[in-house]
Structure formats: structure tokens, C-alpha cells
Nanobody
Framework: QVQLVESGGGLVQAGDSLRLSCAAS????????MGWFRQAPGKEREFVAS?????????IYAESVKGRFTISRDAAKNTVYLQMNSLKPEDTAAYYC?????????????????WGQGTQVTVSS
């Protein structure tokens, strides 16, 4: 089992930055592909970013966040981060951290085995 706890959400203005954190515990964190997803009210959960575990390298991003968001991980702290810059009102959503036992970064929601409880990000215009 892997337990994931997100933090760092909040209310910001358009153009501001936020950094989300996801602390992992349980099985070996570094083996898992980690991802961030988000879900706005009345919408389906959508992919934001994913980062490889130790067996691969690389990161992938949704087109809507490319160039503004950066995913990273700190193996020593068992933590994955999502740095969000130039935030827009359309980025408003609950953000979820997830872990996948796949070998490569993926945006497929079904590939993720473990999920956090989410943290709310609200961007005002």
C-alpha cells in the first residue's frame, strides 16, 4: 500500500504561483511513477503532469499547463511537487496526487493505483 497526502493548495490571484506537495509513505516511493490530476466542479478528473520513477527518466505535461507547471520529486523526502506559475482562473480545481506501478510517465487515469485526498486550488481573476 502507498499512502499519499497532498498539501499546499489555497486561494491566489491570477498570475500568482503555488507549490503543491505530495508526501508518500508505504512501499518504496522511488519505484512508482507519480502524477498530478485535477478536477473542477462538474467536470471529469483530468491529467496535469507525471514523472518517472527510478527505472525511467522523463516528465510529461498536459498541453494546458506546459511551460507554466513543473513536476519534480525528492526521493530522500518521499515527496513529489507541482510548482504552478502564472496561474489562471481556469486552473481552479481540486488537485490530486497519484502513484502508478507502470514503468513510464502516463496521463492515463486508469494507470494509477493509489490516490491522495486532494487539495483545493482557487485562482481569482
Amino acid at each position: 500500500q502507498v499512502q499519499l497526502v497532498e498539501s499546499g493548495g489555497g486561494l491566489v490571484q491570477a498570475g500568482d504561483s503555488l507549490r503543491l506537495s505530495c508526501a508518500a509513505s508505504g512501499r518504496t516511493f522511488s519505484n512508482y511513477v507519480m502524477g498530478w490530476f485535477r478536477q473542477a466542479p462538474g467536470k471529469e478528473r483530468e491529467f496535469v503532469a507525471s514523472i518517472a520513477g527510478i527505472t525511467w527518466t522523463g516528465k510529461i505535461y498536459a498541453e494546458s499547463v506546459k511551460g507554466r507547471f513543473t513536476i519534480s520529486r525528492d526521493a530522500a523526502k518521499n515527496t513529489v511537487y507541482l510548482q504552478m506559475n502564472s496561474l489562471k482562473p481556469e486552473d481552479t480545481a481540486a488537485y490530486y496526487c497519484a502513484a502508478s506501478d507502470r514503468n513510464y510517465p502516463t496521463g492515463s487515469l486508469e494507470a494509477y493505483n493509489y490516490w491522495g485526498q486532494g487539495t483545493q486550488v482557487t485562482v481569482s481573476s
